[in-house]
């Protein structure tokens, strides 16, 4: 129990709120923006009186936005924000049953480590995917070989991913592989699609956290993350004291080895990626251009710099031996703002100023423009990427910078010539013309079409196919961090809100059609249609021959390898192990191997020997190995933990442990 000190030190709520946004306006200050509503609805909470935006910027009041849902400068009515299957206006997002969805989504899952697909428009979650979490669901983490891709890449207990991002072919989605990154540990990982299931893992040398990560278009050259953390290369505690020695890394992985190939040193942090569609640019956000190691000194100055990353000068300079460093076995270019490489007619890494800490940058889909928003000011920047390599100064390569609201975190595109971006502090999306942001005067409001209100404080955004040479543009998710009352209360910890937004090839006004609660905290998705993506639905057993063996019925038994080590075969099938019980020795090593002989899909048979924390989940032709130790004597019953038949029951094996000598 604290003191009678602690109790008068304590801030109440509004106190917390009160810092809050003296925090955020200082932040502000110097920032031009929009001018708020005078007429909007206020809002009296808890004694204090705040406008919309006010109300959007603290985030606080569970319950009191359904007041003012629907207001809206540019767009009044807004949506209808239900979760029914049509909208006000008759759009039906509902797929009946035995019915297909158009289109995949990909989520990341954030801090929990997965991937989640998601059926497009129906926003029905189809399956999850284990990438830096255990799973005991699949046996994800629980059976040798995806226990070792775990260790091999890290051996952390827990990962934050954030962007996923589907390979390429000739600027389209291929259907093969999904890449995403950790920021909390600097991974990258890749699902393969024919199963869609992690097959590799990379913890990047160097790095602490990967942030922003992006294929190499058109064709996945690379896959490419930004070094969002400053540390020491290397970091072995002898510049822990000096923020100046710090570095910020860029990296390329090679797609196919998953081999780290070379990273580039630059100032400030990095953030966000993506890229041109010609295979030259990368451009990244960066904030914290001061290199300062709090928010005050991160936020001090009005201005930070975008990079852009020429690809084939950064190429040339590895190949030609013109890097700083080896640093763990990886080539690392200096492509600071002193760098000599960044003195001549084709830098490595240009630095344009942008305003203000810079969050993300999304390339639209001719390949044109990079749109980069601004975060701490109410405009997003474009950049010409068709001028950036003939320009004296990269800064002429910025052709527009319209006034969108306040908060701009993500931009997507429909492929008819809108931009969406939403408005974290504002709790809305904009959509505007692209066209008239280049013809119209820098700051203006002039190429805003509409805004909507959203429910509440969004992050990503994303149209379907956006990120292609060719988006679809029917309908747009927003990924929303809060969701406040627009569930059922579920305590402190409440589900964030991804909510459904038809757009109609952009020739429509936008339509709020769907809210769907999500699990906290997912942090960007990507979209592709049903036809780019060919899962297979048994196992190919030629994927895996000559690394794990193909168990048939006959040839299922025990063979001692050694004086304390078996190995155990059985297959399965539906209501029997290969095996109904095999007998081993106290303190024996056990490898055990299992096959599921069934040729039908969606038959999948589980292995349990619970006291032994053995939990595999064999797919049909799939062969899955485990090993543990046989501690104790006794015996020990695995069950089948997938109901597959009407004796699911009766699929019982049984593990004798006899006593040592």
């Given at each position: 129990m604290g003191s009678d000190a602690d109790e008068s030190e304590r801030r109440s709520p509004g106190e917390v709120v009160d810092e809050y946004e003296r925090r955020l306006e200082s932040v502000l200050a110097e920032v031009d923006e929009p001018v708020p509503d005078d007429e909007g609805p206020t809002l009296e909470l808890a004694g204090l009186e705040i406008d919309r935006r006010?109300?959007?910027?603290?985030?606080?009041?569970?319950?009191?936005?359904?007041?003012?849902?629907?207001?809206?400068?540019?767009?009044?009515?807004?949506?209808?924000?239900?979760?029914?299957?049509?909208?006000?206006?008759?759009?039906?997002?509902?797929?009946?049953?035995?019915?297909?969805?158009?289109?995949?989504?990909?989520?990341?899952?954030?801090?929990?480590?997965?991937?989640?697909?998601?059926?497009?428009?129906?926003?029905?979650?189809?399956?999850?995917?284990?990438?830096?979490?255990?799973?005991?669901?699949?046996?994800?983490?629980?059976?040798?070989?995806?226990?070792?891709?775990?260790?091999?890449?890290?051996?952390?207990?827990?990962?934050?991913?954030?962007?996923?991002?589907?390979?390429?072919?000739?600027?389209?989605?291929?259907?093969?592989?999904?890449?995403?990154?950790?920021?909390?540990?600097?991974?990258i990982a890749r699902v393969n699609l024919k199963y869609f299931e992690t097959d590799a893992i990379l913890d990047v040398p160097n790095m602490q956290a990967i942030h922003g990560c992006s294929v190499l278009s058109p064709d996945t050259k690379y896959v490419l993350g930004n070094g969002e953390f400053r540390a020491p290369v290397p970091n072995d505690g002898t510049a822990v004291n000096d923020p100046d020695a710090y570095e910020s890394l860029f990296v390329a992985v090679d797609p196919e080895t998953m081999e780290t190939k070379w990273q580039v040193s630059v100032d400030g942090n990095l953030d966000i990626v993506d890229t041109g569609k010609e295979g030259r640019w990368a451009i990244a956000s960066c904030y914290n251009s001061e290199e300062a190691t709090d928010i005050q000194g991160m936020t001090r100055d009005d201005r930070d710099y975008l990079k852009a990353f020429d690809i084939p000068a950064i190429e040339k300079a590895v190949e030609n031996g013109r890097y700083d460093r080896t640093v763990n076995g990886v080539p690392i270019v200096d492509g600071t703002r002193s760098s000599a490489l960044n003195e001549g007619d084709r830098p490595v890494v240009q630095y344009i100023p942008t305003p203000k800490s810079p969050h993300c940058v999304e390339v639209g889909p001719d390949g044109k423009y990079a749109f980069i928003a601004g975060k701490l000011s109410p405009t997003v920047t474009m950049l010409d990427l068709e001028k950036l390599g003939s320009v004296s100064d990269p800064a002429d390569a910025v052709v527009g910078r319209p006034k969108v609201g306040l908060g701009p975190l993500h931009t997507t595109f429909d492929g008819n010539g809108h931009a969406y971006t939403s408005l974290f502090i504002d709790s809305q999306v904009a959509k505007w013309?692209?066209?008239?942001?280049?013809?119209?005067?820098?700051?203006?409001?002039?190429?805003?079409?509409?805004?909507?209100?959203?429910?509440?404080?969004?992050?990503?955004?994303?149209?379907?196919?956006?990120?292609?040479?060719?988006?679809?543009?029917?309908?747009?998710?927003?990924?929303?961090?809060?969701?406040?009352?627009?569930?059922?209360?579920?305590?402190?910890?409440?589900?964030?809100?991804?909510?459904?937004?038809?757009?109609?090839?952009?020739?429509?006004?936008?339509?709020?059609?769907?809210?769907?609660?999500?699990?906290?905290?997912?942090?960007?998705?990507?979209?592709?249609?049903?036809?780019?993506?060919?899962?297979?639905?048994?196992?190919d057993?030629?994927?895996?021959?000559?690394?794990?063996?193909?168990?048939?019925?006959?040839?299922?038994?025990?063979?001692?390898?050694?004086?304390?080590?078996?190995?155990?075969?059985?297959?399965?099938?539906?209501?029997?192990?290969?095996?109904?019980?095999?007998?081993?020795?106290?303190?024996?090593?056990?490898?055990?191997?299992?096959?599921?002989?069934?040729?039908?899909?969606?038959?999948?048979?589980?292995?349990?020997?619970?006291?032994?924390?053995?939990?595999?989940?064999?797919?049909?032709?799939?062969?899955?190995?485990?090993?543990?130790?046989?501690?104790?004597?006794?015996?020990?019953?695995?069950?089948?933990?997938?109901?597959?038949?009407?004796?699911?029951?009766?699929?019982?094996?049984?593990?004798?442990?006899?006593?040592?000598?």
């Open positions: 006010d109300f959007m910027k603290t985030g606080i009041a569970a319950g009191a936005m359904g007041a003012v849902a629907g207001c809206s400068r540019f767009s009044p009515g807004g949506g209808s924000g239900g979760q029914s299957g049509s909208s006000d206006s008759g759009v039906d997002h509902r797929v009946a049953p035995g019915e297909h969805d158009e289109y995949y989504g990909f989520w990341s899952g954030g801090h929990s480590g997965e991937l989640r697909v998601v059926g497009i428009p129906s926003m029905r979650e189809l399956t999850r995917i284990p990438v830096f979490n255990t799973d005991c669901a699949s046996g994800y983490g629980y059976d040798d070989e995806t226990s070792a891709l775990l260790e091999e890449g890290g051996g952390y207990t827990w990962g934050d991913n954030h962007h996923p991002n589907l390979s390429e072919t000739d600027g389209d989605y291929d259907g093969e592989y999904l890449f995403v990154n950790d920021k909390a540990n600097g991974r013309d692209i066209e008239a942001a280049v013809d119209a005067e820098n700051g203006s409001e002039d190429p805003i079409i509409e805004k909507l209100d959203v429910h509440y404080n969004p992050g990503h955004i994303q149209a379907l196919e956006a990120m292609t040479t060719d988006p679809d543009g029917e309908w747009l998710v927003v990924l929303n961090k809060l969701s406040k009352d627009r569930f059922l209360p579920v305590g402190p910890i409440m589900p964030d809100n991804d909510q459904l937004i038809h757009i109609g090839q952009g020739e429509k006004e936008m339509e709020l059609v769907a809210d769907h609660p999500a699990y906290p905290e997912p942090h960007d998705c990507v979209f592709a249609h049903r036809d780019k993506i060919s899962p297979k639905k048994v196992y057993r030629t994927d895996y021959e000559g690394e794990k063996p193909y168990v048939e019925e006959k040839d299922s038994g025990v063979e001692r390898t050694g004086e304390s080590s078996v190995h155990v075969k059985a297959s399965t099938k539906r209501s029997e192990y290969g095996l109904p019980e095999f007998t081993v020795k106290q303190g024996d090593e056990v490898r055990l191997t299992m096959t599921n002989i069934e040729g039908v899909q969606d038959i999948i048979h589980g292995v349990a020997i619970p006291e032994h924390d053995v939990n595999l989940a064999v797919a049909p032709q799939d062969t899955r190995e485990v090993t543990f130790t046989a501690d104790d004597p006794g015996v020990y019953w695995i069950y089948c933990t997938y109901f597959c038949s009407a004796l699911h029951l009766e699929m019982r094996s049984r593990m004798i442990v006899e006593p040592s000598e």
